[in-house]
């Protein structure tokens, strides 16, 4: 939890990042087994990764984006419901509709890699 912390508070872009509170507790957990493992494991690609949370039909949805993996995003709602679609296809009403894209958390080597 101290790695997204001094992420958050390091951060000296311009874009939005979901304040701690706003972030559901299953997604913290899994936070914190990342940063934990990025420790044990520095060369893992868990530090390319990043979670990013979107507003869709009132509610937020949260997906995880890593450039190194070959696996589609998944869209995850606040209450851990997940979407049986996959969160990048331009097909679906999702992505056509989500919003308001907001970092929820980054791995230390991310890049951003979304279009602006």
């Known amino acids: 939890m101290s790695l997204l912390f001094f992420l958050f508070l390091a951060s000296c872009e311009k874009e939005y990042q979901v304040p701690p509170n706003e972030i559901?507790?299953?997604?913290k957990l899994i936070i914190d087994q990342d940063e934990q493992?990025?420790?044990d494991?520095?060369?893992s690609m868990v530090a390319y990764g990043c979670w990013v949370r979107y507003s869709w039909q009132n509610d937020y949805y949260f997906e995880y984006h890593n450039v190194l993996s070959s696996?589609?995003?998944r869209a995850i709602s606040y209450d851990r419901d997940t979407l049986k679609i996959w969160a990048n296809d331009i097909n679906t009403v999702y992505c056509k509709e989500k919003c308001c894209r907001a970092y929820v958390?980054?791995?230390p080597?991310?890049?951003d890699y979304f279009e602006n």
Request: proline share 16%; charged share 25%.
């Open 24 to 27: 559901p507790g299953w997604l």
């Open 37 to 39: 493992f990025y420790k």
């Open 41 to 43: 494991n520095p060369k």
């Open 71 to 73: 696996s589609s995003p």
């Open 105 to 107: 958390w980054k791995g």
């Open 109 to 111: 080597k991310f890049k």
